[in-house]
């Protein structure tokens, strides 16, 4: 079967659109409203739910309290396996792009890591702090079917490396804006064009940009570059805002995604 | 994987994608500097004339005497700033140097390493910023003052549990940031390769000082050597020239805080697992979902819940051997020590002075030890004073 997200973006092609992706913390701040906030976004493309960890090395400000809050709320590894369980089971068939640290997989065990993920429906797995070097072992473990697929991240300063990471790349590259960490705002690295350009001549796979966006507006100077949009800290400032209304981020994920093919 | 950055199966370069040329620019730097006469000329330039070395090998006579063994300081506490975080410093600052950096940041737990930093930055005119613990600023309020008058930005990190493992997350999330013109200088045999490696290349001299020292004094190698491990940067140092001499009992001591049987501890190879922290795969206290467990011990520099790659290598190969010792095991020995020989160490460092008493009493009066006094204890005063009002100690 195809995997979910490389369907998704397969369609998306086809209809000459732009995809928009949100990141959302596990249980921030309870699992049920996560499920919420995930359903009310129907035009998101994909989301991207980060499971928790207690030192996310990769994370600003932002991200780091919501992980922290989650974590004190009882979210973990397992209750994000059970919420993909549950939103599968009530008809959710967007693609969900797990974030979390390298940690978290060893200590459940990569076997058993790659099991859930596949049997929960997750569809992919970013892993912020597992450069190309260290992917060896879990590439092994995700061999052999295409439902849970790894994402690979490039950075500005990623340069003579590019060819590397884009050779197997599965899904879509995921272009950080700068260099660092989330949530810094409107601060794109001084090369973000030159970069973005070169990765999109190399890439085979649509190219998504992440990290420091607010509005559809932000990623305008690269429009003509980019297949997509990621974001993260100011979904959770907005999310937080409202109280976690899931109205809001209905309201959010369709403006944003109707501007951002309308740029 | 890049095997090279392994020992068996720990180290690696758990990093984001944005560090990776950085890391690999240090590496090739590092490799190249390390093979350039006039960069070890320099090296050992500063550490003669700038820190004071060579740090004696001292023969405690009454410890001896009382136990019935020789034993052996190697008095790191002897080194200008008060402990053997300076000769790691030195090295990675003139390599910093030599790429063309112009700014430094470091973390710091007890506040040895960001003074050994903040005075390297001064010394060779860099701008410097340390990470610190809310709650190590708190604990070390004499350090942080010495950082600040070196001219250092004392930046204290407010996030988990506010002490060294917090201060290392923000300092490696400001590294990737800014590697473009900042050097991280790490002061622990911690962190993604090369600098476990760099750390233990730059405190070596701990244990080549040591070996020949020891020779000289004995005739022979010294049948145990033993010093404290946190992230594990003086240990390494100290078993460094010893690890090829299989006639030499290696031991580290590690911090066990409240007891091993309690959650205050921070004896990851007793009660860790392997997992990822800072970079590298190495034993880590965590709890079942994988997230990292607080430490606890008296001792903030050894108030880290991971250890250096190198050791879980030496661990699981059993080339060294890593004891538990209790927060109450390393005062009363800090106090032991003072009495005896007149030597305040830093309670760092009096966590090996337990352990090694403890092996002193299974040795004989031919056989001999050395314990690496790390540093110094006047930055614990406070802290050794709370603890013995607590205790009713000097009453």
Redesign the interface.
């Known amino acids: 079967m195809e995997n979910r997200i490389e369907a998704c973006l397969r369609e998306l092609k086809q209809k000459n659109e732009k995809a928009f992706i949100t990141y959302i913390t596990a249980g921030l701040p309870d699992m049920d409203k996560t499920a919420q906030i995930i359903k009310a976004q129907e035009s998101t493309d994909i989301i991207e739910l980060g499971i928790p ?6 994370d ?1 400000p932002v991200i ?1 309290q919501a992980s ?1 809050e989650a ?1 004190l709320a009882g979210s ?3 209750k994000g396996f059970e919420l993909m369980k549950r939103l599968r089971s009530e008809g959710v068939k967007k693609p969900i792009v797990f974030m979390l ?8 065990g990569l076997e058993k890591f790659v099991t859930e993920c596949r049997e929960s429906g997750v569809d992919g797995l970013i892993i ?7 992917q ?1 072992e879990i590439k092994e473990a995700l061999k052999g079917d295409d439902t849970t697929i790894l994402i690979e ?9 590019i060819p590397e ?1 884009l050779k197997d790349a599965r899904g879509f590259v995921y272009c ?1 804006s ?4 989330t949530g ?1 705002d409107g601060s794109f690295h001084r090369e973000v064009i030159n970069y973005l350009t070169d990765v999109k001549k190399q890439s085979k796979i649509p190219v998504m940009m992440g990290f420091g966006i607010k509005t559809a507006d932000d990623v305008r100077p690269m429009k003509d570059i980019i297949d997509g949009a990621i974001v993260g800290s100011h979904f959770i400032k907005l999310m937080r805002a409202s109280g976690f209304d899931p109205k809001e981020a209905k309201r959010y994920s369709d403006e944003f995604k109707t501007e951002l093919n309308s740029l | 994987m890049n095997k090279k950055a392994y020992y068996g199966e720990y180290g690696g370069q758990f990093v984001s994608e944005s560090l990776m040329n950085t890391l690999d620019e240090i590496d090739r730097a590092f490799e190249e500097a390390i093979r350039d006469p006039e960069f070890i000329r320099q090296y050992h330039y500063y550490l003669k004339q700038y820190v004071g070395r060579e740090t004696p090998l001292y023969f405690a006579e009454r410890l001896s005497e009382k136990y019935g063994t020789k034993i052996y300081l190697k008095r790191e506490d002897l080194n200008h700033t008060g402990a053997h975080k300076i000769n790691n410093v030195l090295g990675q600052i003139l390599l910093a140097k030599r790429m063309g950096k112009k700014k430094i940041i470091a973390e710091t737990g007890a506040g040895q390493h960001g003074v050994a930093t903040a005075t390297g930055a001064a010394l060779f005119n860099m701008e410097c910023t340390v990470y610190m613990g809310k709650e190590d600023v708190k604990r070390q309020a004499l350090n942080v003052m010495r950082m600040e008058m070196l001219g250092a930005k004392v930046v204290p990190v407010e996030s988990g549990s506010n002490t060294l493992k917090d201060a290392t997350n923000e300092a490696i999330r400001t590294w990737a940031k800014t590697a473009e013109d900042t050097f991280y200088i790490i002061g622990s045999a911690v962190g993604p390769y090369p600098y476990p490696k760099m750390v233990k290349e730059f405190q070596a001299v701990i244990s080549r000082e040591a070996k020949k020292q020891h020779m000289e004094a004995e005739g022979k190698l010294p049948d145990t050597v033993i010093a404290c491990v946190g992230g594990g940067s003086n240990s390494i140092g100290m078993f460094a020239d010893f690890i090829d001499e299989p006639g030499v009992e290696l031991i580290g001591a590690e911090a066990a805080g409240k007891g091993i049987e309690t959650k205050e501890h921070a004896a990851s190879m007793a009660k860790g697992h392997p997992g990822i922290l800072h970079g590298m795969k190495s034993y880590l206290l965590q709890d079942e979902d994988g997230n990292v467990q607080l430490a606890h011990s008296i001792s903030a520099g050894l108030d880290y819940p991971g250890v250096g790659p190198e050791h879980a290598y030496l661990h699981d190969t059993g080339r060294a051997k890593y004891v538990p010792v209790t927060d109450v095991e390393a005062m009363d020995a800090l106090m032991e020590l003072t009495q005896t020989e007149g030597i305040i160490p830093a309670i760092e460092s009096a966590h090996a002075v337990a352990c090694a008493l403890k092996k002193a009493k299974e040795m004989t009066p031919g056989q001999s030890m050395i314990i690496c006094i790390s540093g110094r204890g006047d930055k614990d005063v406070n802290t050794i004073s709370d603890y013995l009002s607590g205790k009713g100690y000097l009453n």
Do not use: H
């Not at chain 1, 960890?53 to 990769?58: E, G, K, L, T």
């Not at chain 1, 912020?128 to 260290?134: G, H, Q, R, S, T």
């Not at chain 1, 991240?153 to 490396?161: A, M, N, Q, Y």
């Open positions: 960890f207690s030192d996310p090395i990769a600003g780091q922290y974590i973990s590894l397992q640290y390298y940690n978290t997989v060893v200590g459940c912020p702090d597992l450069p190309l070097e260290e060896e991240l490039v950075s500005p300063v990623s340069k003579d490396r990471i950080v700068s260099m660092g960490v810094q």
